[in-house]
């Protein structure tokens, strides 16, 4: 299953909402994870079964989606939330990631 | 502290084996399914494969690129997981990163909670 996200790169100022999406090639019914990676540093895990918050994840960050569209969303871009992005999907094997959302500063 | 240590990166030459370990600690290793994914550097992740508790048969799944070539274990008594790369070319050089799933519960697998920093393999 292929995972298309887009945008592959967006700036937005601190304080944004901000929105990236997901697109599966099949149906993944609503198992999808939302993971943000920051520079040199392991990837964190940010919602999981597409809108369930992880716990210590701050509320800000928001999932939504089924099937084959899905959605991250950022309410209120914060300084800290500059990072890239990758959806997962654990419908079937192999698991497989998207190619990663970089948000950068405006 | 839950943590996990991978270790056992290095340069290798292409054709050769290498295998790398990842040590857990703080919490019931043994009950949880184990991960592996790498990231070549710049690029994005991309899943290895990972291993069931015991409880949950400790069968293994692999992605397409490394079936047959890599194997993951792991020694429940040691808490220590491992990937076994033989047959390595260049394209397997990247951060290997293992992680640990968010729950004990081996429906779905592959939601990982913990991570290691990664260990770096050079294959050239």
């Known amino acids: 299953i292929q995972l298309t996200q887009s945008p592959s790169s967006l700036s937005a100022s601190v304080g944004d909402r901000v929105t990236i999406t997901c697109r599966a090639s099949q149906g993944i019914n609503s198992y999808l994870a939302w993971y943000q990676q920051k520079p040199g540093k392991a990837p964190q895990l940010l919602i999981y079964a597409a809108s369930t918050l992880q716990s210590g994840v701050p509320s800000r960050f928001s999932g939504s989606g089924s099937g084959t569209d899905f959605t991250l969303t950022i309410s209120s871009l914060q300084p800290e939330d500059f990072a890239t992005y990758y959806c997962q999907q654990l419908n079937s094997y192999p698991l497989t990631f998207g190619g990663g959302t970089k948000v950068e500063i405006k | 502290e839950v943590q996990l240590v991978e270790s056992g990166g290095g340069l290798v030459q292409p054709g050769r084996s290498l295998r790398l370990s990842c040590a857990a600690s703080g919490f019931n290793f043994g009950d949880y399914p184990m991960s592996w994914v790498r990231q070549v550097p710049g690029k994005g992740l991309e899943w290895v494969g990972f291993i069931r508790s015991k409880t949950h048969g400790g069968t293994t799944e692999y992605a397409a690129s490394v079936k047959g070539r890599f194997t993951i274990s792991r020694d429940d008594s040691k808490s220590i997981a491992y990937l076994q790369m033989n047959s390595l070319t260049t394209d397997d050089t990247a951060v290997y990163y293992c992680?640990?799933?968010?729950?004990?519960?081996?429906?779905?697998?592959?939601?990982?909670?913990?991570w290691g920093k990664g260990t770096t393999v050079i294959v050239s």
């Open positions: 992680a640990r799933d968010r729950t004990i519960f081996g429906v779905i697998i592959g939601y990982m909670v913990v």
